[in-house]
């Protein structure tokens, strides 16, 4: 029999206490860190196997949340789950941000925590083969949110990443900045790939260029 005045351990979800009895197979819980609350069994109870929707499970800051919207599809992930994994990656997977250092202090829209909301939005604007993309409308923007956001072309999205302003030091010592890499590597007849792992801290030097002693431009 469940008792009222005592705490149920889960497995992954932290602690919940039960709020109201309607029978062994309907039981109100309340998980004691977030408030979430949900109906479950008796049996999940005892066994430690209630999920806390609002509990953080992605990176320390996304949780699933109470709605329709479900991290699976078929055999695999949801592509609104996956979209929304691999944004949460980016901004807060050091990693990750070890290999793409533009990256670095990104962060999620709290609202988009919740990944009901931003399943929700993926498909009210979501276009098939677009990407998404968080600085195209507003230059320079580090936060992803619903009004920072929108979905664009893979050529666009490459072309904008291209378009940006690089801090490099020339072969003759002089800090330059770089405005558009591809277009400038053709014009100087360089390879971008090299002179992007030299910005990147990859490559030491690269034809005399050299990463700047602060190569992100603000």
């Not at 949780?63 to 329709?68: A, L, Q, R, V, W």
């Not at 202090?105 to 677009?130: L, M, P, R, T």
């Not at 993309?133 to 999205?157: E, L, R």
């Not at 378009?163 to 003759?172: D, E, F, Q, S």
Request: charged share 25%.
């Amino acid at each position: 029999m469940l008792d009222k005045t005592i705490e149920y351990q889960t497995r992954s979800f932290g602690k919940l206490r039960v709020v109201n009895i309607i029978n062994y197979r309907k039981v109100e819980v309340e998980f004691v860190d977030t408030g979430y609350r949900v109906t479950t069994k008796t049996q999940s109870i005892l066994a430690g196997s209630v999920k806390d929707k609002l509990k953080p499970t992605s990176f320390g800051v996304g949780f699933i949340g109470d709605g329709p919207y479900k991290s699976r599809s078929g055999k695999g992930f949801s592509k609104q789950y996956q979209s929304w994994q691999s944004m949460l990656h980016r901004c807060y997977c050091p990693i990750y941000q070890k290999r793409a250092p533009t990256y670095k202090g990104c962060s999620v829209d709290k609202g988009w925590h919740d990944f009901q909301s931003f399943a929700k939005w993926f498909d009210e604007n979501h276009i098939k083969g677009y990407q998404l993309d968080k600085d195209i409308k507003i230059k320079g923007n580090k936060i992803y949110s619903p009004k920072t956001c929108c979905f664009v072309s893979p050529q666009k999205n490459t072309e904008a990443s291209c378009a940006k302003t690089y801090r490099l030091t020339n072969p003759k010592g002089v800090i330059v900045d770089i405005f558009n890499m591809r277009k400038f590597c053709e014009k100087e007849g360089l390879t971008r790939v090299s002179l992007m792992r030299v910005y990147n801290g990859k490559k030491l030097e690269y034809k005399g260029w050299m990463a700047a002693p602060d190569c992100t431009v603000k």
